[in-house]
């Protein structure tokens, strides 16, 4: 079977849906392809190391905050790895009514760190957090239809704007993870960690450079494994603890005790439940722009409704919040490979690290500053999907231009000033503190607000709009008079004469 030739110019993220070892999907969606078993398990790996970094900073940090012992943290770790492959599979290869069957790699939401610190904090410990987080979970998944209805508050003004945040403010964890990921460790922002952050972005480069499209598409996964090379041969790469521990652990059901439940714990909860849902329509939109694919209200009701599934039962084993990874989003976009059973083998990979945590070890030993190296450009490809998103959208005689750009400005605050709403109500902090969710509350808003509430609106309704749409030189004024104007295409002097509009065209 061949496919027709496409010049690369003309479709640079397409990649071709036949070939040798690859089987055009019968159902025509892009997310259906089927590759061959090696190819899919490889690319599922390279989805795991994008979002392990991710993964396991959770954990790490709410068991650091409930005076965990460093074996129960690893617990902690293998259990968030373990749920989250079973939540990814769960939401790439689907279920009646579960799972959007879009290639979307699922782990616990940095979205509820901050939350359930605060719930350690305030005396209800760990067994509050998991009690908080199931309660809140199946107030989400009864409120999920409510949510797979405002499909048609998403048009490209507000998708776009909501993709390109997400690349942003993806873009200080890129850094964070270049500079070294521990901000008080010695050779923090180090020339060392930041110059093998820039070798490892530079050989995703060269590699994405040569024609070979395997290579191209696997440029990620071999850029993270050379520039793991380099470590260990600079002395960066530290795989001496990785035969320390347990080799085969299963996540023992309530391993820190029942649960408990309080009111406050899970009224804070519910609020990073809400975060979670609009984030995860978010990246439910996102991925589907970016694979072609029709993402209607059914289809996203699906998503959430395998999103908080996999929350309520996260806790069971010892994990939290489930939701979609807005890296991995970049990562389907840079590399094209659009299937959802990729994915699904990520998943795989990760149930099967979350049994092993020797493997897990393993994974846990790639530097930071290499994580971040590749980041830098995963992070990047979901900003400038977005772009492209909003390239579609009309500007002329609306406030879309406005929309856009207080949407983006609401997103980076956060991002440019952390401590921006420390002193506003919890319920506001914690959904404003997101800039994604920042950049999604005020896109869907203030799109409801100028382009479906027309009342009120007017042709030119700001100043913005006058000067997004064409340019008039300065002789062009000047052949006007006081009192010129146009009307129904005709130009009309002050005193209501039509002016006569001479051709260049017809000099020529």
């Known amino acids: 079977m061949t496919s027709k030739k496409t010049s690369a110019s003309q479709r640079p993220s397409r990649r071709p849906s036949s070939g040798p070892g690859r089987n055009r999907p019968a159902s025509g969606r892009p997310e259906d392809e089927r590759l061959p078993l090696g190819s899919t398990f490889a690319y599922g790996f390279q989805h795991v190391l994008t979002m392990y970094g991710g993964i396991i900073a959770p954990p790490l940090i709410v068991g650091a905050a409930a005076g965990m012992t460093a074996q129960d943290i690893g617990l902690l770790i293998a259990a968030c790895l373990f749920v989250g492959g079973f939540a990814t599979i769960l939401q790439t290869v689907g279920i009646p009514f579960f799972g959007s069957?879009?290639?979307?790699v699922q782990g616990v939401s940095f979205a509820g760190v901050s939350t359930m610190v605060a719930i350690v904090h305030g005396g209800g410990g760990i067994q509050s957090v998991f009690g908080s987080v199931i309660v809140a979970s199946l107030v989400g998944l009864a409120i999920t239809p409510l949510f797979s209805k405002i499909i048609k508050f998403f048009p490209p003004v507000v998708t776009g704007t909501v993709?390109?945040?997400?690349?942003?403010?993806?873009?200080?964890?890129?850094?964070?993870?270049?500079?070294?990921?521990?901000?008080?460790?010695?050779?923090?922002?180090?020339?060392?960690?930041?110059?093998?952050?820039?070798?490892?972005?530079?050989?995703?480069?060269?590699?994405?450079?040569?024609?070979?499209?395997?290579?191209?598409?696997?440029?990620?996964?071999?850029?993270?494994?050379?520039?793991?090379?380099?470590?260990?041969?600079?002395g960066m790469a530290d795989f001496s603890k990785v035969g320390e521990g347990a080799i085969v652990?299963?996540?023992?059901?309530?391993?820190?005790?029942?649960?408990?439940?309080?009111?406050?714990?899970?009224?804070?909860?519910?609020?990073?439940?809400?975060?979670?849902?609009?984030?995860?329509?978010?990246?439910?939109?996102?991925?589907?722009?970016?694979?072609?694919?029709?993402?209607?209200?059914?289809?996203?009701?699906?998503?959430?409704?395998?999103?908080?599934?996999?929350?309520?039962?996260?806790?069971?084993?010892?994990s939290f919040t489930q939701s979609a990874f807005a890296q991995n989003v970049g990562l389907v976009a840079i590399t094209g490979i659009k299937s959802r059973f990729v994915v699904s083998a990520g998943g795989l990979i990760l149930v099967v690290l979350g049994l092993l945590p020797v493997l897990g070890r393993v994974v846990a030993a790639v530097p930071t500053p290499v994580l971040g190296g590749a980041g830098v450009v995963l992070f990047g490809t979901v900003a400038a999907s977005g772009i492209r998103t909003l390239a579609k959208v009309e500007y002329r005689n609306n406030m879309n231009l406005v929309i856009?750009?207080?949407?983006?400005?609401?997103?980076?605050?956060?991002?440019?000033?952390?401590?921006?709403?420390?002193?506003?109500?919890?319920?506001?902090?914690?959904?404003?503190?997101?800039?994604?969710?920042?950049a999604a509350v005020m896109a869907i808003l203030l799109n409801i607000l100028?382009?479906?509430?027309?009342?009120?609106?007017?042709?030119?309704?700001?100043?913005?709009?006058?000067?997004?749409?064409?340019?008039?030189?300065?002789?062009?004024?000047?052949?006007?008079?006081?009192?010129d104007h146009f009307v129904n295409g005709r130009l009309i002097d002050c005193d209501g004469r039509e002016v006569p509009v001479r051709s260049t065209a017809a000099e020529h």
């Open 101 to 104: 069957q879009l290639p979307l």
């Open 163 to 234: 993709i390109t945040t997400i690349g942003l403010t993806l873009m200080p964890v890129a850094a964070n993870w270049a500079m070294g990921g521990n901000s008080s460790a010695e050779d923090y922002a180090s020339v060392a960690n930041i110059g093998l952050a820039a070798a490892t972005t530079a050989v995703v480069l060269l590699l994405s450079k040569i024609g070979n499209a395997a290579i191209s598409r696997l440029s990620i996964l071999l850029a993270m494994v050379i520039g793991t090379l380099i470590a260990v041969f600079t």
């Open 249 to 318: 652990a299963f996540p023992t059901p309530f391993a820190f005790g029942a649960p408990t439940f309080e009111l406050a714990a899970i009224i804070s909860m519910l609020i990073v439940i809400l975060v979670t849902l609009t984030e995860t329509s978010a990246d439910i939109i996102a991925v589907g722009e970016i694979t072609g694919s029709k993402v209607d209200s059914k289809r996203i009701g699906n998503g959430l409704r395998a999103d908080m599934l996999s929350s309520v039962l996260s806790p069971v084993f010892n």
């Open 404 to 438: 856009v750009a207080t949407s983006i400005g609401f997103g980076m605050i956060p991002i440019a000033a952390p401590h921006f709403y420390e002193n506003f109500p919890t319920w506001f902090a914690t959904i404003f503190h997101s800039g994604i969710s920042s």
């Open 450 to 483: 100028f382009n479906h509430v027309k009342k009120g609106n007017s042709e030119n309704q700001s100043v913005f709009v006058a000067g997004t749409d064409r340019i008039v030189t300065d002789q062009d004024i000047a052949c006007l008079s006081e009192g």
